[in-house]
């Protein structure tokens, strides 16, 4: 029930799309591992034993996450209280195998919304179920061997991953990963309610996971930085379907071709000019500096880098749609992303950068080319 309410709200954030998403994009590999003791009747620590796994995970959305997992339990102590559902005590090294599929919903993504890049601390739910093995031991009693056979059942599986996304890239995760797993098989002497306590196991593991490339060149998923509807697609067709349709003004290309033969156009570069400029531009309603404007940030910190001397101002501005209130807070947060990517990123001094809002812009015809920060470099001596 939880994964369809999430998958619903996700239906609502087909906006943030990857960019160049492929089958093969947002995948990741985990390896964890920890301690596993009984819900009740005993001591979680003296009871506990060493737990190890690995999970192949597919992010399908910046909220859903699907994938399976394998987990081993390390035989280190005897669980054969009266409430035990896990057997007689083995002798096997691993004496319990757990092998399935999960789900995982992020939270900070669900009730924050996906800014383009992980946040440094987030938090998931799990819910999982899955194939459940006991390996068993033959039991000599009086001097008579009892042949015990394995125990093959199912599992649920109900926890959070608490991550933290390390490093610019966000290419590696740390998490602390709680669980209750539920042994779901009866037995003669066992209670027939599955979610029972007598039933359950506390999994108390740690994990690193390691976020391959993607085709968009990152390791996560970054936002597409320009968003059509069905309307705006329907008007593209209808424009291009009418300059198809118009006959070519012959005489006069051939007009304007006779003056570029008879006169070539001279370029004048100016070279006493004091500073330089370049624009970040962002989408409707965004902040963030999508993957396609990260080389027009790092021009900038290039020529900063190359000339000590030099500073930069950068203003930001929005587009005119929206209240004036909203208006100038997305001018200012315009001006601030990048200038906090000069900092953070590039390690550029912030005393050389000077970035304010300065609402609603007008540099442009194009309503929608207002969305932008504009970076002008004071070159220096």
């Keep these: 029930m939880i994964m369809a309410i999430a998958m619903a709200f996700t239906a609502a954030q087909a906006q943030v799309t990857v960019k160049g998403s492929k089958f093969t994009d947002n995948w990741s590999i985990t390896l964890k591992g920890g301690a596993v003791s009984p819900f009740q009747h005993y001591a979680y620590w003296p009871a506990a034993r060493g737990i190890w796994g690995v999970e192949l995970r597919k992010q399908v959305t910046s909220v859903l996450g699907l994938g399976v997992e394998g987990e081993w339990t ?18 096997n090294i691993f004496d319990h195998q757990l092998v399935g599929a999960f789900g995982i919903i992020n939270f900070a993504n669900w009730f924050g919304g996906y800014k383009g890049m992980p946040r ?77 306590a007598n039933r359950a196991m506390v999994e108390m593991e740690a994990g690193v996971t390691y976020h391959f490339g993607n085709s968009n060149g990152e390791h996560y998923m970054t936002l597409c930085d320009k968003l059509y509807t069905q309307a705006d697609i329907d008007a593209l067709n209808a424009e291009i379907n009418a300059l198809r349709a118009r006959k070519p003004e012959t005489k006069v290309v051939e007009k304007i071709v006779e003056k570029v033969v008879e006169k070539p156009v001279e370029h004048v570069v100016d070279n006493s000019t004091k ?16 993957a396609a404007q990260m080389p027009n ?85």
């Excluded at 102590?77 to 002798?91: A, F």
């Excluded at 100038?328 to 950068?353: G, M, P, S, W």
């Excluded at 300065?358 to 001596?381: A, H, K, Q, Y």
């Design 74 to 91: 390390v035989n280190t102590s005897s669980w054969n209280k009266q409430y035990s559902v896990w057997g007689p005590h083995s002798k």
């Design 120 to 196: 440094t601390l987030e938090v998931e739910g799990v819910l999982g179920t899955g194939w459940w093995h006991g390996y068993k031991t033959n039991e000599v009693i009086d001097g008579v061997t009892t042949h015990v056979k394995d125990d093959n059942s199912w599992y649920t599986k109900a926890g959070l991953n608490i991550n933290w996304n390390l490093g610019e890239s966000k290419a590696w995760t740390l998490a602390l990963k709680p669980a209750v797993v539920w042994h779901m098989g009866g037995g003669a002497k066992q209670s027939t309610t599955a979610f029972n």
């Design 275 to 290: 500073s330089l400029e370049t624009n970040v531009f962002f989408a409707q309603g965004k902040s963030v500096v999508t």
């Design 297 to 381: 940030v790092e021009r900038v910190a290039t020529f900063l880098k190359n000339n000590p001397g030099s500073s930069v101002v950068i203003r930001g501005y929005a587009s005119p749609e929206g209240s004036k209130e909203i208006n100038e807070r997305l001018a200012n947060a315009r001006a601030t992303a990048v200038r906090d990517l000069l900092v953070n990123k590039y390690k550029i001094a912030a005393k050389r950068i000077n970035a304010k809002g300065l609402g609603v812009g007008d540099m442009f015809s194009e309503p929608d080319w207002n969305r932008v920060s504009v970076c002008t470099i004071n070159v220096g001596e």
